[in-house]
């Protein structure tokens, strides 16, 4: 099954929506330059149509997820730039030694904090979605490089018809002002492995700005514990036919303190991940056939030892 899928770009025409301050929303036009898989999309950009957020909405609970560990200085500013949309706030918290859980609430009495039992990201999300009470999750980092503001032009695509929104730096509208060379070049390696692979027209992978509706959560395989979950829930997303939209999403620099993100570690953990779930067609039986190559046991490793004083 193929996933339905949507990028959302507008290189050369921004307008404002005077009802979002400081929110800009693409308008999608007939000179644009990105692509569009959706004949409901072309015909409002054929018309003119703004693609953005809908000012009314129908009510849809939203559940918020931000994982944390040792986010006191920046989760202040994560928390009230929170939109109104945003029903429920729940922190999973990694066991922080500083005062992020104290500010948290401090800043907003509402939000739910949930301790992680395990470690990692993919755990830490894993415990959210499952304490989540939203009809609509959506998932954003603690430090501050992603902006809650941008909430908006996600829900607008799940409330007409998609089932899997995220974020892209690299479409118009979208960028990063955090991303080393490095990782945007191990980033488009990975996105044009995933293309090929199943056959989608992504622009980013590694980037967790997401939402989805809580209904396709069984089918988001939200199993791996490391960074890499990111990657997995786009990928499954994508092997269940999921009608999928990239939006564009400002990349910040965290506002303080140090990245967990280990680059070449956690890449190719998520190539792993990647390979790990292609095993269908022709080319993900050969990939699997090359997997259990790897890791099938010598024989020397796989022998029976013989009982001490034989042969």
């Known amino acids: 099954m193929s996933a339905s899928f949507t990028s959302v770009t507008s290189p050369g025409r921004v307008v404002e929506d005077r009802s979002l301050p400081n929110l800009a929303v693409p308008v999608l036009d007939d000179a644009m330059s990105g692509r569009v898989h959706d ?6 950009a054929a018309n003119g149509a703004t693609v953005g957020p809908s000012t009314t909405r129908a009510h849809s609970m939203v559940s918020l997820i931000i994982p944390t560990k040792n986010e006191a200085p920046n989760i202040a500013w994560v928390l009230e730039s929170i939109p109104d949309c945003v029903d429920e706030v729940i922190i999973v918290d990694g066991r922080s030694t500083d005062a992020t859980i104290v500010t948290a609430l401090s800043c907003r009495p509402d939000v739910r904090v949930i301790m992680q039992e ?10 959210g979605f499952r304490a989540a009470g939203g009809d609509i999750i959506v998932m954003i980092d603690a430090d501050g490089s992603m902006a809650p503001s941008e909430i908006p032009h996600y829900l607008h695509f ?20 955090d991303i080393s060379p490095t990782r945007r070049l191990g980033n488009k390696g990975l996105v044009h492995l995933v293309n090929g692979l199943y056959d989608a027209g992504l622009t980013d992978l590694c980037y967790g700005f997401c939402a989805f509706h809580r209904r396709y959560l069984d089918y988001l395989g939200v199993s791996t514990q490391g960074f890499e979950v990111e990657a997995k829930m786009v990928v499954s997303a994508l092997k269940s036919g999921l009608r999928i939209a990239e939006v564009p999403s400002l ?48 024989a020397r490793s796989s022998a029976v030892p013989s009982p001490a004083g034989r042969p």
Request: proline share 2%; net charge positive; aromatic share 6%.
């Open 39 to 44: 004949a409901a999309i072309s015909r409002q």
């Open 158 to 177: 799940l409330e007409n018809g998609y089932d899997f929104v995220k974020g892209s730096r690299f479409i118009g509208g979208g960028g990063s002002r």
């Open 118 to 127: 395990n470690i990692g990201k993919g755990e830490a999300l894993r415990t």
């Open 251 to 298: 990349e910040m620099p965290r506002r303080f303190g140090h990245s967990n993100l280990h680059t070449f570690r956690d890449g190719i953990r998520v190539l792993r991940t990647v390979l790990r779930e292609h095993d269908s067609g022709l080319s993900g039986h050969a990939v699997q056939q090359v997997r259990s190559m790897v890791h099938r046991p010598s």
